[in-house]
């Protein structure tokens, strides 16, 4: 990952205004390539016949990557043609409204921003496109820029089956198979003055699994968001860079699954006050504090690496010479929130001098609204019922339990949460033994994904859940519009039949 401090990332459609930028950008990326930017004209000219399909990436406001894109009849793109036909001769006239496929013109990231993983993102956006257009799938002459290294020895098609077998390494094509792209056939002479690939190219393709033939009956689109919940171990960590880099390691493993979200557990981050046990209690826990900025940085940093909103479970942290339990949502966007733990523990209260925070609120995500409620928390209901009212599809509980009968409070408490409210819920714990840090030496833990009872839904309510007490991921799928027609076609209602004439539920 580059080391760069990024206060913001945007995705964001092409506008002319953006041109100057966008040329310097191409000439920079493509500098082994003849005629390697467009005019103005022709970017104009895109824009106006497919303004969705041309999007760019702004890193702190700056031209970071572009992804130019056409529509086209599937019969046109899936035989041979070269770059000039398939553009109609550079002028794009071959783009059509009516068409069933998207075409990739175009997609590149400046060279001082690879390893943000920033083209996966405009990938993700292409297919989200697809997808929302309900067109068959996405195609592209993919540039094979190594060849030329290989020309003497292998024909085109060999040098691509060695490829796929990972005897050669080709960043380009394995960056597109990686991405879910197949090989349909070899393009010969697909792009003039391109020596490094000898004017060959790869017609690489992806399939839209929702694709529908289209059809006179009304149909709806299914919002599927993937979850992954990180099972964490305690374990002697030497630094903070130790704990962090074990965190990388699991957020890569579910952002390779294409999770939208990764949880993490309460007090992920204990192992850090091992070298503090000469201190009292109190004393070490807030030494702690003092890496919750850190973490919170590194951990958005990640989230815009690996295209995924982190919720970085819970760490204490000091305002105003006061300690609270608190944590982080950090999206892919780079923007980041902060929620607070209501209800402290008898405990948390007594050894540490922790108090609880005071903002219930739900958060905005690409993929609906969430709610986060630390531990606690969700052994009371008025807390998720506050969230509900806000249109929360998906509640978020980092927990932290020692016994079993502990974790048995949490897991039911958070069960009757995703009954009552209509949504789901999902659990991250610890799992492991502490011993050489004072108030936080043992841990139970099973992390599972709660769903509505009802007939869109597992009969137990139980989504999917981990081995107890083992380090691991768990990786599910929630469908949003399955709450949907719940909230207006269940079997109860328990949003909808509330006796609100009997009582009601605010907030101070």
């Known amino acids: 990952m580059q080391d760069i401090d990024i206060d913001n990332i945007d995705l964001t459609y092409l506008g002319l205004e953006d041109y100057q930028e966008l040329k310097k950008a191409m000439i920079e990326s493509y500098q082994k390539v003849e005629d390697n930017y467009w005019e103005k004209h022709e970017i104009e000219k895109l824009i106006n016949l497919f303004p969705e399909g041309q999007v760019v990436i702004k890193i702190n406001g700056q031209l970071a990557g572009c992804a130019l894109s056409l529509i086209v009849k599937s019969r046109i793109a899936q ?25 990739g013109v175009d997609l590149f990231i400046k060279p001082e921003f690879r390893g943000l993983r920033l083209g996966r993102r405009l990938y993700d956006y292409r297919k989200e496109l697809c997808e929302r257009m309900n067109l068959r799938g996405i ?34 094509l394995n960056f597109q198979i990686n991405n879910d792209f197949h090989v349909s056939k070899i393009l010969k002479g697909y792009l003039e003055g391109d020596q490094e690939s000898m004017e060959y190219a790869v017609l690489l393709e992806w399939d839209n699994i929702y ?52 949880l993490f557990p309460e007090f992920f981050n204990a192992p850090l006050m091992a070298p503090n046990n000469h201190m009292s209690e109190p004393d070490a826990i807030r030494e702690l504090a ?28 000091i305002k105003n010479e006061r300690l609270f339990n608190v944590g982080y949502l950090c999206r892919r966007d780079g923007t980041i929130e902060r929620f ?6 008898p405990d948390e209260s007594k050894i540490w001098g922790m108090e609880g925070g005071k903002t219930v609120q739900t958060f905005e995500t690409d993929c609906g609204k969430i709610g986060v409620l630390i531990c606690y928390d969700v052994e009371f209901p008025e807390l998720s019922r506050l ?25 039911n408490c958070a069960q009757a949460r995703a009954i009552e409210n209509e949504c789901y819920v999902a659990l991250a714990g610890s799992v492991g033994n ?3 840090v004072h108030n936080m030496d043992i841990q139970f833990a099973q992390s599972v994904v709660f769903t509505p009872c009802d007939f869109a839904f597992p009969t137990n309510g139980i989504k999917a859940e981990a081995t107890p007490n083992t380090e691991m991921i768990l990786i599910a ?14 079997s109860v209602n328990n949003l909808k039949d509330r006796r609100k004439d009997v009582y009601e539920l605010k907030k101070k």
Do not use: C
Not at 80 to 85: G, I, L, P, S, V
Not at 340 to 345: P, Y
Not at 387 to 411: C, H, K, W
């Open 79 to 103: 035989k041979r043609h070269t770059y000039k036909q398939i553009t109609g001769n550079y002028t794009f006239s071959t783009h059509d409204p009516e068409g069933d496929m998207l075409y």
């Open 139 to 172: 195609a592209f002459g993919g540039r094979i820029p190594n060849y030329h290294n290989h020309a003497d020895e292998l024909t085109p098609r060999q040098y691509i089956d060695k490829v796929k077998k990972k005897e050669i390494d080709d960043p380009v």
């Open 211 to 262: 694709y529908e033939e289209p059809t006179d009956q009304a149909s709806s689109i299914k919002r599927v968001v993937r979850l992954g919940l990180i099972q964490w171990q305690m374990r002697p960590y030497k630094d903070l860079d130790d704990v962090m880099q074990q965190a990388e390691f699991f957020v890569d493993a579910v952002s390779d699954y294409r999770s939208d979200f990764a």
């Open 290 to 317: 003092k890496h919750t900025d850190e973490i919170v940085n590194r951990f958005s940093r990640l989230a815009v690496s690996y295209n995924i909103n982190i919720i970085t479970g819970s760490m204490p942290e």
């Open 340 to 345: 607070e733990k209501i209800h402290v523990t």
């Open 387 to 411: 969230l509900a009212d806000e249109d929360m599809d998906i509640l978020f509980v980092p927990f932290l339990t020692d016994t079993q009968n502990g974790y048995s409070r949490v897991r």
């Open 434 to 436: 502490l011993p050489n």
């Open 477 to 490: 799928d929630v469908d949003v519009d399955d709450l949907r027609e719940l909230h207006e076609f269940g």
